[in-house]
């Protein structure tokens, strides 16, 4: 579907208010404005952007988003090293960090640092356990996700079936280092650790870097209303 296609059909089911959800549970609100736009693939055209992402959100919604996953030369200490100096066991009774990483120094005494062009995770007697240019970090997103549509609705239950409303949809594009720096210090981005001690090697699920749907325009320079 192209960007002008997407835009006419959005006027359009903006203005039928409030319709049944397609799916019960969280994932209904992009489910329902998938295929009420006729989109299976999720996918929008833009000839300067290229394919567009589509997320849809409840706007009194503070669920968060796993914008990517990243960790290739960011280790600083050896991952089975970092483990077994400052890991917790998990419910599973595995030594591990599994770790969502704040400013303030965790109970294993590692927390965020946030520089102009690097966020790295630290312990505090000093030792640097990881660290990710921001440069990297952005250009992992826009590997992922180029430019954004967020279409945000409002939510309300009417016996046992959920309605959306589907009243806001908006394009943003051209994510920043800056931007993504901003975010890390007002902690509205989250960097999760997601590793354990697997014997004699480390089973690592990827650091995930997560955001409130809400926050998602902070991360942009143009934010632009269709």
Do not use: C
Request: no cysteine; charged share 25%.
């Amino acid at each position: 579907m192209e960007l002008s296609e997407f835009v006419e059909k959005f006027h359009d089911l903006r203005g039928q208010g409030f319709v049944a959800s397609h799916r019960r549970g969280p994932t209904g609100v992009g489910k329902t404005l998938e295929d009420l736009l006729h989109l299976p693939e999720n996918n929008i055209a833009s000839p300067d952007l290229g394919l567009i992402e589509l997320k849809a959100h409840r706007s009194n919604s503070t669920s968060l988003i796993t914008l990517f996953t990243f960790n290739r030369k960011v280790w600083q200490m050896k991952p089975l090293d970092a483990i077994r100096q400052y890991g917790s066991l998990d419910p599973k009774g595995r030594l591990g960090m599994y770790y969502t990483m704040l400013l303030k120094p965790n109970s294993a005494g590692l927390f965020l640092y946030v520089e102009k062009e690097h966020v790295s995770v630290r312990h505090i007697s000093g030792n640097v356990i990881a660290v990710w240019s921001l440069e990297s970090l952005v250009q992992q997103f826009v590997r992922k996700i180029p430019a954004l549509i967020v279409v945000s609705a409002y939510a309300e239950m009417r016996g046992d079936i959920e309605y959306f409303h589907y009243f806001r949809a908006r394009l943003m594009k051209n994510p920043s280092p800056a931007l993504l720096a901003d975010q890390f210090r007002e902690e509205t981005i989250f960097l999760d650790l997601r590793l354990h001690d697997a014997e004699t090697k480390v089973r690592n699920h990827g650091t995930g870097f997560r955001i409130a749907d809400k926050n998602l325009p902070s991360l942009f320079r143009e934010v632009i209303d269709l």
